[in-house]
């Protein structure tokens, strides 16, 4: 299994290439037994990229990874909401994590026509470019907003 300082990269990974699409928010990233969690709002008006990005995704998803994608309900302030959670598993999360942002890059190239920067430098055209946990600085406060966000509610 993974070490938490792992598991806390590998989410905030996720998160950066979740939220790179500009589709959807991420509001919370968390781990459980070594898996690594998301949930997030889909923004307003894309919700038809999202239900197609979502069937490629899992036409494509390896049989390997486990991949548990669905919608979670909450009462905020006495009103029901609703956000999505994704749950990501393996044999080995890191490289399972790093095969779902090539994934989710590749979808976004393919529904788009776009390239998604998830790193810094800009990919050359004929490839897509994604760091690896040990390449990735995040800071000591990025690493915090991660394990504060376990168990946020959605707003």
């Not at 898996?35 to 709002?41: G, N």
């Not at 909401?81 to 490289?95: A, T």
């Not at 690896?132 to 000591?140: E, F």
Request: net charge neutral; hydrophobic share 40%.
């Amino acid at each position: 299994m993974a070490t938490k300082k792992t598991l806390d990269k590998l989410q905030l990974e996720l998160r950066d290439t979740l939220e790179a699409t500009g589709y959807l928010e991420v509001t919370a990233m968390s781990s459980r037994k070594g898996d690594v969690r998301a949930m997030f709002r889909i923004k307003s008006g894309m919700d038809g990229w999202w239900l197609r990005m979502l069937q490629q995704f899992l036409v494509e998803l390896p049989e390997s990874w486990y991949a548990f994608v669905g919608q979670k309900y909450l009462i905020v302030n006495r009103e029901l909401r609703f956000g999505w959670v994704m749950v990501i598993d393996g044999d080995d999360v890191s490289e399972v994590i790093t095969g779902v942002r090539k994934l989710i890059v590749s979808i976004y190239a393919a529904q788009t026509g776009g390239t998604l920067a998830v790193d810094s430098d800009e990919p050359e055209d004929s490839m897509i470019e994604v760091p690896l946990p040990h390449q990735q600085v995040y800071t000591a406060s990025s690493q915090r907003r991660v394990r504060r966000s376990t168990g946020r509610q959605v707003r």
